[in-house]
């Protein structure tokens, strides 16, 4: 497409959420003038939403990082690229030598490329010599990886958003796509128009709940419950499909007796939803041609959101509504290549392709390709790396492109985890809460500067290019890291991004047919075989686990980390809004801080008149962990008893609140349950409250 009013149009893929947008990067003078959505892109089909089209100013920002930065006597100086890489080598050289690799510790970036992740994940095994990285889907999606591995063999959506469209009906549970995938959600409220039966299973009444036939608001932490009384009236109404369950899976039996015990009233005790509800909820999907299991972090971060994701697993296998179009079950991932870092092995476990660390025959090829020694050792997830820094063990940290003592639960911790360690790189696009505590600065392109891959919630890899250069000194992220790499005396051999995704198809079964001239306008979505065939739906014939059958998982309800007491009434769900993401680096640098300047506390009327609180006011909000202060807005779209925030505001920082209480298999946070006391300032106490013993 060529335009007179710009210089270049470039097609590039969105670098905030896992929809996966396809952009057409209008720039010019060197910079980006506009964006607008590619109209084949296969996730958005025209659309974007107001951070893909609208966020870009952040490129241009007077606070980019565009130079390296060092610490000196606590202080910041600016550095040559020489000098900072030249520091951040002698220190992690020296601290290998004296304390052993394992003293080491590296985050991926989830905002990053496959190419640099996989990048990263090369430096922290082969030029340092650890299995310590991991990344940000360890606080996100990473429950419903370790489910739908059980369950299923892979770690990914089973179908495409384009099961949306042909889905009778779908079950929403525990995410808020039109604030957080924007465009998935406009496709789900398409479908909805259309008399697709949408239930929303949410303890807020989220805009798609006035979309749907059926909206259940169960109290946080009691989706298991939720998920045994559907599965309990599918079985009791002969609703199952029992041809399915007889070919395809095992584990029925053991499933079905312990969800004989969860009768839609005992489910109503539990989580507050009507068994009415429950029934109905049931038959609309049980008895839908086609339906849609979709969900999000509402399921994935609480104590036992992986076994939640599992019961979900569950619903569909008995009813046989799986690898078949229009009933997908579709995990929304969070950030642009959240599902890409993890496939890449930017994990303490796995390789790419989620093969394990310690199994030889992975190992062994790819010590052949990179040419050195390679650890059968699991390492640190997130969650440990802090606790070891604490601890003493873990003396340096290379952090590319999150911010952990913004976005990681129980801010005082990870502040005094990464205050203890003698080495601290980041490596990001502006100054965050993380790089305060650095002692190198690297400065990275964003994604509109660079060129690779990225592969959104339903495993389509996509086309990353530069539509305009990075500013001042900054450099690519793959530039960086490989150059980091052979300063610790481990040359990675890459010329170019191109040179990465060749060695990832190598390496990787499952990328082994995808290139950068395949993937296109369009993308591929893996598995990709040899000859380029790609998988929008799994699971047609088989799944990918030994014997081919999928497996029934037989798990109770279990109570949440954090209920209500005398002191801390009320219970706390913290989650996103639309105009802003995550850390905010991005968008409070762009015209979307105007439409949203600043955080609010949702708070029920009748709570907020039994506390004294009106609209605006400022409270004070208190948990065993922290405490912080926001403006309360007073909305009957939240249940009494429950309060809600987001947690994008370095102001505002939510965080301190939430404490260590995490998945039961893989340390998600418990972001969406804290039990928390909520009063106007002026009645707060003045002082912050004791942490909790052992914190
Ligand atoms: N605008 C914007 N978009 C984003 C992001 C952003 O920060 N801003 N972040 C991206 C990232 S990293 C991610 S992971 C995704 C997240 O996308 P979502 O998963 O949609 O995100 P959340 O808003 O955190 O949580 C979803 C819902 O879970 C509900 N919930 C909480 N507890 C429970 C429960 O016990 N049961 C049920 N059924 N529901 C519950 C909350 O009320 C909330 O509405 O969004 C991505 N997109
Ligand atoms: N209370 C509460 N806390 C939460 C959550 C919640 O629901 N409630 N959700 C959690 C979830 S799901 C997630 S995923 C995390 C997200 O937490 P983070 O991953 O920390 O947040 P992001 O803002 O996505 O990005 C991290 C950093 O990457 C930088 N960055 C962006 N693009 C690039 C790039 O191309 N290169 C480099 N080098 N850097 C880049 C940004 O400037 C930012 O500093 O937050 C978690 N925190
Ligand atoms: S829906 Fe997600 S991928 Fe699409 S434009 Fe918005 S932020 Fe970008
Ligand atoms: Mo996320």
Redesign the pocket.
């Known amino acids: 497409m060529s335009d007179a009013r710009f210089d270049t149009t470039v097609t590039t893929t969105c670098g ?3 929809v996966g947008c396809r952009l057409e990067a209008h720039a010019r003078g060197g910079r980006i003038a506009a964006i607008s959505p590619a109209l084949d892109g296969p996730a958005n089909l025209g659309h974007t939403c107001v ?1 893909g089209r609208f966020a870009h100013q952040f490129t241009r920002s007077r606070d980019r990082l565009t130079a390296p930065l060092i610490k000196e006597n606590g202080e910041f100086r600016v550095a040559t690229w020489e000098e900072a890489i030249d520091r951040v080598a002698r220190e992690l050289l020296r601290i290998k030598a004296e304390h052993g690799p394992n003293a080491i510790a590296g985050l991926a970036s989830s905002r990053a490329t496959n190419e640099d992740c996989f990048v990263m994940s090369r430096l922290m095994r082969a030029a340092i010599g650890t299995n310590n990285i991991d990344n940000c889907s360890r606080v ?2 990473s429950p419903t990886s370790y489910a739908l591995r059980k369950a299923f063999g892979l770690s990914g959506a089973t179908g495409s958003f384009a099961d949306i469209d042909r889905a009778d009906a779908a079950i929403l ?5 039109t ?3 924007p465009v998935a959600g406009a496709r789900i409220k398409q479908a909805a128009l259309r008399g697709m039966q949408l239930v929303v ?4 009444r ?1 805009e798609l709940a006035d979309y749907g036939v059926l909206h259940l608001a ?1 109290r ?4 298991a419950a939720v998920m045994l009384g559907l599965a309990h009236v599918v079985q009791r109404d002969g609703l199952i499909d029992r041809a399915f369950i007889e070919t395809r899976t095992e584990g029925f039996e053991a499933a079905s007796a312990l969800i004989e015990d969860y009768t839609p009233a005992d489910v109503e005790r539990i989580s507050g939803v009507p068994a009415a509800d429950i029934e109905r909820a049931a038959h609309i999907y049980a008895e839908a041609g086609e339906a849609c299991l979709i969900w ?4 994935t971060e ?1 104590k036992y959101g992986s076994e939640v994701v599992q019961l979900i697993c569950n619903l569909a296998l008995m009813t046989g509504k799986v690898g078949r179009p229009g009933s997908a079950l579709l995990p ?1 991932r ?2 642009n290549n ?1 599902q890409g870092s993890s496939d890449m092995g930017a994990l303490p476990d796995t390789y790419s392709d989620y093969r394990p660390v310690s199994d030889e025959a992975t190992a062994r090829a790819f010590e052949e390709a990179w040419g050195v020694p390679l650890s059968r050792e699991k390492g640190h997830t997130i969650p440990q790396m802090f606790d070891a820094a604490v601890a003493g063990d873990l003396k340096a940290m290379y952090i590319f492109g999150e911010d952990p003592a913004q976005t990681d639960p129980n801010t005082s911790h990870v502040i005094e985890a990464l205050e203890s360690l003698e080495f601290l790189v980041c490596q990001d696009i502006f100054e965050t809460e993380t790089t305060k505590h650095a002692d190198v600065i690297l400065p990275a392109a964003a994604f509109l500067e660079k060129q690779g891959t990225f592969t959104n919630a339903e495993r389509r890899v996509q086309l990353v290019m530069p539509a305009i250069d990075p500013p001042g000194g900054a450099k690519t992220d793959f530039e960086i890291l490989t150059t980091v790499s052979k300063a610790l005396g481990h040359d990675m051999g890459y010329e170019t991004p191109e040179d990465v995704l060749a060695e990832i198809a190598k390496l990787t079964p499952s990328f082994a047919g995808i290139t950068y001239e395949r993937l296109g306008r369009t993308g591929l979505q893996w598995p990709v075989a040899e000859d380029g065939t790609d998988s929008p739906i799994l699971y047609r014939e088989r799944f990918e686990l030994p014997g081919g059958k999928a497996r029934f998982a037989t798990l109770p309800y279990r109570p949440p980390g954090s209920e209500p007491s005398e002191e801390f009434p009320l219970i706390l ?1 913290t ?8 850390a905010g680096t991005m968008t409070r640098r762009t015209a979307n801080l105007e439409l949203l300047p600043s955080e609010v506390l949702e708070i029920h009327p009748d709570d907020a008149e039994r506390l004294w609180i009106s609209d605006g006011d400022l409270v004070s909000v208190r948990s065993p962990y922290g405490r912080i202060e926001v403006e309360a807005r007073v909305t009957d779209r939240i249940e009494p008893g429950n309060v ?1 925030t987001a947690f ?1 505001f370095p102001e505002v920082r939510t965080n301190l609140l939430i404490g260590p209480s995490a998945d039961v298999n893989t340390s998600c946070p418990e972001y ?2 804290m039990a928390v006391d909520v009063r106007p300032v002026a009645e707060a106490p003045a002082r912050r409250p004791a942490l909790a013993a052992g914190d």
């Open positions: 905030y959420c896992g951070k996100c999606h549970i525990g995410a808020n796509p604030a957080a995938h299973i949410d303890p807020r989220i169960p946080p932490g009691t989706n999000g972090l509402g399921v609480h929304l969070g950030q959240v769900v989650g996103r809004r639309l105009e802003h993401y995550n809600f994008h969406k349950v």
